[in-house]
């Protein structure tokens, strides 16, 4: 792995699993473009600092009918001085016609994963010879339960959030854009500096 100073210009997409973010770093040692997950929790725009590269090579992907090829650089973390809004020049250099990692990654052949045993079929809780609920009543959740049951399995060990979220770069994709928009709706704002996110005082 190799630190480097440099700049990330970021560019939003809109794709059809969401709002995704592709990067494009230039550094002495040459342009690399950049997909890591953790870019899709930044506001489009130039980042300067420091990048630490922990793999650079060749990758390929299909779009309208043409092959791209394009040399990618895999970060391994990074340390931020300083932001810039992008300009109408730079933002069209950053294809908007780039395929959504999601979907690269779908194309890509899936490795072989041992078939599991089936598992014994569960007791329906409800079944009606033990079941002692009075006919016609349903368990109800309030919504308040319900939702935070919901924030509880998105969030995982995150779960129940503090006023500073820090995100796991290392889960899957989909989940982390669920996790992004979810904090922007319950009140959180993220902080490329820190790379973090921080709960909004009211």
Known sequence: MITIPGQLAIKTIHGRNGD?????LATSIGEFVVKNAELDQYAEGKYEGDFAIAEIRPSTYNANGRMVIEI????????????????????????PQEVDPIDEEAQA???AVPQAKPKAKPRNPRDPLVDTTPFGSE???SPEASANADDAALFGALWPLGEIVKLDATVDRRVLRQQRDR????????????????LAKA
């Open 72 to 95: 990618r650089a895999l970060l391994g973390g990074m340390t931020l001085s300083n932001i810039d809004a992008l300009s109408r020049d730079e933002a069209r250099r950053l294809s």
């Open 109 to 111: 052949p899936a490795p």
């Open 183 to 198: 904090l922007g709706v319950l009140g959180y704002e993220f902080a490329p500096l820190s790379q973090d996110w921080h």
């Open 139 to 141: 368990p109800t959740a």
């Open 20 to 24: 995704f973010n592709v990067g494009r």
